[in-house]
């Protein structure tokens, strides 16, 4: 179960539940793999509702690896994700909130 005070979030994956965290590393390798911008750009765009679907991928792949998950973007385009599109965009934009605020 994930623990939302440690950054994490639970996402389901082919019925099976994970749990994700945007860890440094993870945090770090999502940067890298940006098309343009930063983190802070594409945080920009998930408050501003104006992410894309591959900002959606690429925030729920760092999660599922900071959290352990051994798979790739590959794995993800025909698994099937608990809430489909907007299940993901939810967690990730969960995942980027959490990686990004102190815990009170």
């Known amino acids: 179960m994930a623990n939302p005070w440690a950054g994490e979030v639970s996402i389901e994956i082919d019925g099976v539940p994970h749990d994700c965290k ?3 590393g993870a945090l770090a390798a ?3 793999g940006l098309a343009t ?3 802070v750009e594409l945080v920009r765009r998930f408050e501003g509702s104006a ?3 591959a900002d959606v ?3 729920v792949v760092a999660g599922l690896r900071g959290g352990g ?3 790739t973007a590959a794995d993800l385009m025909t698994a099937e994700i608990s809430g489909g599109p907007i ?3 939810k ?3 969960q995942l980027l909130a959490r990686a990004f605020e102190a815990p009170e």
């Open 91 to 93: 967690a990730a934009a």
């Open 57 to 59: 991928m690429a925030v």
């Open 87 to 89: 299940g993901a965009a």
């Open 22 to 24: 945007l860890t440094l």
């Open 69 to 71: 998950w051994r798979g």
């Open 51 to 53: 992410f894309s679907s």
């Open 37 to 39: 911008g930063s983190l």
């Open 30 to 32: 999502l940067e890298a």
